[in-house]
């Protein structure tokens, strides 16, 4: 009897121990997830009747060059990761155009903006006519300030296309646009610093760092873009 007892108790014990690790496991893989959250791959144009979706090289009105492609391709790579959403060559083809215009400030020094500089000392000396030359400052960390707006139209003619893509589109209301948005985004890029090299190849490799400013702020407005689809449809 007394051993029945023990028994009894210890498996009690047993089943509050496994109760406990249950709760514990629950609360490990929670917390691990925390900040992320599910997200559906489904088609999220479908409730407007688009299967099908084409996407013309967005338009630059901003004061930088080269940025266009960049923006149309990252938008493009997160759209072809809806199931049944088909990418068309031709508007004409096409349940719905998506139509991207990436905007900045009209001027260049506004919209890639000096955060951080360094003081260079002056080893030159004097100038040409006998003045001593001033130390000067230099940028050593630049942000870059963009913004891409996107429309979503259904069945657009080629003329409202190019009227979306002016400065005349940016409040049109029209009953075939489903998704009319601004984000805007800012990345911070490092310069290289000075160094006993050329001025031509130290230009060069912060050309090179700003191309990758500028990927990255494709990336962040994509990555936007993806989320507001999401929660809106």
Same mark, same amino acid.
């Not at 489904?42 to 901003?62: A, D, V």
């Not at 998704?179 to 000075?194: C, G, H, M, Q, R």
């Given at each position: 009897?007394?051993?029945?007892?023990?028994?009894?108790?210890?498996?009690?014990?047993?089943?509050?121990?496994?109760?406990?690790?249950?709760?514990?496991?629950?609360?490990?893989?929670?917390?691990?997830?925390?900040?992320?959250?599910?997200?559906?791959?489904?088609?999220?144009?479908?409730?407007?009747?688009?299967?099908?979706?084409?996407?013309?090289?967005?338009?630059?009105?901003?004061?930088?060059?080269?940025?266009?492609?960049?923006?149309?391709?990252?938008?493009?790579?997160?759209? +072809?990761?809806? *199931?049944? /959403?088909?990418? &068309?060559? =031709?508007? $004409?083809?096409?349940?719905?155009?998506? %139509?991207?215009?990436?905007?900045?400030?009209?001027?260049?020094?506004?919209?890639?903006?000096?955060?951080?500089?360094?003081?260079?000392?002056?080893?030159?000396?004097?100038?040409?006519?006998?003045?001593?030359?001033?130390?000067?400052?230099?940028?050593?960390?630049?942000?870059?300030?963009?913004?891409?707006?996107?429309?979503?139209?259904?069945?657009?003619?080629? +003329?409202?296309? *190019?009227? /979306?893509?002016? &400065?005349? =589109?940016? $409040?049109?209301?029209?009953?075939?646009? %489903?998704?009319?948005?601004?984000?805007?985004?800012?990345?911070?890029?490092?310069?290289?610093?000075?160094?006993?090299?050329?001025?031509?190849?130290?230009?060069?490799?912060?050309?090179?760092?700003?191309?990758?400013?500028?990927?990255?702020?494709?990336?962040?407005?994509?990555?936007?873009?993806?989320?507001?689809?999401?929660?809106?449809?």
């Amino acid at each position: 009897m007394e051993r029945s007892v023990i028994c009894l108790y210890l498996l009690n014990e047993v089943k509050k121990l496994m109760i406990k690790l249950s709760l514990i496991l629950v609360l490990l893989v929670a917390t691990s997830c925390a900040g992320y959250r599910m997200q559906s791959r489904t088609n999220p144009f479908s409730q407007y009747g688009i299967r099908s979706i084409h996407i013309p090289m967005f338009y630059n009105q901003s004061s930088l060059a080269n940025v266009g492609s960049v923006f149309t391709k990252e938008v493009t790579k997160v759209l +072809s990761g809806f *199931k049944n /959403l088909k990418l &068309s060559q =031709g508007y $004409n083809n096409s349940d719905a155009v998506l %139509i991207g215009i990436v905007t900045s400030s009209k001027k260049l020094r506004e919209a890639v903006r000096t955060k951080s500089s360094n003081r260079v000392v002056n080893i030159f000396g004097e100038d040409a006519i006998g003045d001593k030359r001033e130390d000067f400052q230099i940028p050593s960390r630049n942000s870059i300030d963009l913004a891409l707006r996107i429309i979503v139209i259904k069945h657009p003619s080629e +003329s409202e296309i *190019k009227f /979306l893509q002016s &400065s005349l =589109g940016q $409040n049109v209301k029209n009953s075939k646009i %489903i998704f009319n948005e601004v984000i805007s985004a800012t990345e911070d890029y490092t310069l290289k610093e000075l160094e006993p090299e050329s001025i031509q190849v130290l230009g060069s490799q912060n050309m090179g760092v700003q191309r990758e400013a500028k990927k990255a702020l494709a990336v962040k407005v994509s990555r936007s873009f993806k989320d507001m689809i999401l929660y809106a449809f």
